[in-house]
């Protein structure tokens, strides 16, 4: 997997293992935690975001003053996990 720095590795790795002591973790957990780990912003704020125990998106937070942006690379990295069967990287490596 790509990761954007460590920080992003460490907190993957971290809600992962959170994640499997309440269930095994899908491909819909795992492309929500990577992609909230890409910046500091959603890692500092992703209790907020999604409670990891209910596995729900708290919807508000869209609209909170700390929002941020990023990278494409990291971002398409979490939608390889969710569809990998749309992401075969000889088609969508070039494009980025």
Not at 17 to 26: E, F, Y
Not at 68 to 82: N, Q
Request: with cysteine.
């Amino acid at each position: 997997m790509k990761f954007i720095d460590s920080q992003h590795k460490k907190f993957w790795n971290e809600k992962i293992k959170q994640l499997q002591k309440r269930c095994n973790p899908d491909v819909y957990y795992k492309s929500i935690i990577y992609t909230l780990g890409i910046c500091d912003e959603t890692r500092r704020n992703f209790n907020k975001i999604f409670n990891l125990d209910r596995g729900e998106i708290n919807i508000d937070s869209l609209n909170e003053e700390w929002q941020t942006g990023t990278s494409a690379p990291y971002f398409y990295e979490a939608i390889k996990l969710r569809y990998p069967e749309y992401t075969r990287e000889k088609n969508f490596e070039r494009e980025l």
